[in-house]
């Protein structure tokens, strides 16, 4: 057990729908990372937050935002899916010394 | 070219034998890295820190070689429990934004 958890697990949703996952991170951790797993791939880096700021983005749309709150856990919203938004959304807590980063389970999107 | 590259296997390997994994990287200006394990539809999680000088952790061993830009990972005596994907992370900067290979698929056959 990481400490750190993201819900839901499982989700369904319809191509042009939106969708907000959610990530409570581990107790003191103040940076929270969000990556894309597709089928068969590596995770990718969309962003990561730091003390409620984002503090990196990777080569992920502008319908991919984020939310950081003060008590550190985050939300990843995706607007206008797209069939390919499909994949394991994983959430990784940082402590401030920036030694480790710890995985929530994930949650798995389907986009039909 | 990607940022973090692997072989994607699968490696099938009996029971008992050593297998080797490696790992290049592109950014020569990578400041850590690292193995994870990932078993069917969970989670990645961290077998291991790589280190310059090498390190080993029971029948695992990783090494890092800056010149060349390449992780490696030796795992000896192999199990049926190391079946898994393993994958190569690379830490650019200083606030754990990883880059991931693919990942390699090991399957051990008793």
């Known amino acids: 057990e990481t400490g750190v958890t993201q819900s839901p697990t499982h989700l369904i949703k319809t191509r042009g729908q939106q969708v907000t996952l959610r990530c409570s991170s581990q107790?003191?951790?103040?940076?929270v990372s969000w990556y894309q797993q597709a089928l068969g791939q590596g995770p990718q880096f969309i962003f990561q937050?730091?003390?409620?700021?984002?503090?990196g983005r990777g080569n992920f749309p502008p319908r991919f935002s984020g939310l950081q709150f003060p008590n550190y856990s985050s939300e990843l919203n995706v607007n206008a899916l797209e069939l390919d938004d499909s994949a394991l959304y994983l959430c990784?807590?940082?402590?401030?010394?920036?030694?480790?980063?710890?995985f929530g389970q994930g949650t798995r999107l389907t986009v039909v | 070219r990607k940022e973090v590259e692997q072989d994607p296997g699968p490696f099938n390997v009996p029971e008992g034998a050593t297998v080797a994994f490696n790992c290049t990287y592109s950014?020569?200006?990578?400041?850590?890295f690292f193995w994870y394990r990932q078993d069917c539809r969970k989670e990645p999680k961290l077998l291991m820190s790589?280190?310059?000088?090498?390190n080993e952790d029971g029948r695992f061993t990783a090494q890092l070689n800056r010149a060349s830009q390449y992780i490696s990972l030796l795992i000896r005596d192999s199990k049926l429990s190391d079946s898994a994907t393993y994958l190569c992370?690379?830490?650019?900067?200083?606030?754990?934004?990883?880059?991931w290979g693919a990942g390699t698929k090991l399957i051990i056959k008793p």
């Open positions: 990784a807590s940082s402590p401030p010394t920036n030694t480790e980063a710890f």
């Open positions: 107790s003191g951790h103040n940076t």
């Open positions: 937050y730091y003390r409620e700021e984002e503090n």
């Open positions: 950014n020569s200006a990578s400041q850590s």
């Open positions: 790589v280190y310059s000088s090498g």
């Open positions: 992370v690379v830490n650019k900067g200083s606030n754990y934004q990883l880059i």
